[in-house]
C-alpha cells in the first residue's frame, strides 16, 4: 500500500502497521484504543466474494445506494 503517505489526517491521528494490517492510532484519552476494520474475512469478505447489493449498509455509507 504505497499511497498511505497521501492520506491527510487530523492533527494527532495516524495510521501505523499491526498484525491485522492498518491502525488508526491516537491519543488513547481523547480517541480511546486503535481503530482497525477487516474487508477481507467474515461477512465483508461474502460480500466482497458474492456482492450483496446497492442496498446493503455497506453499500450506502460508500454512496452507493440507489439513486
Known amino acids: 500500500m ?3 503517505e ?8 495516524r495510521l ?8 488508526l492510532v491516537g491519543d488513547e484519552k481523547r480517541y480511546g484504543n ?3 476494520v477487516d474487508f477481507v474475512s467474515g461477512k465483508a469478505a461474502h460480500r ?7 442496498g446493503q449498509l455497506i453499500a450506502k455509507a460508500c454512496g452507493l445506494a440507489r439513486a
Do not use: I, N, Q
Open 6 to 13: 497521501k492520506v491527510v489526517l487530523p492533527d494527532g491521528l
Open 16 to 23: 501505523v502497521p499491526s498484525d491485522e494490517g492498518l491502525a
Open 48 to 54: 466482497r466474494r458474492f456482492g450483496g447489493g446497492r
Open 2 to 4: 504505497t499511497d498511505v
Open 34 to 36: 486503535p481503530l482497525s
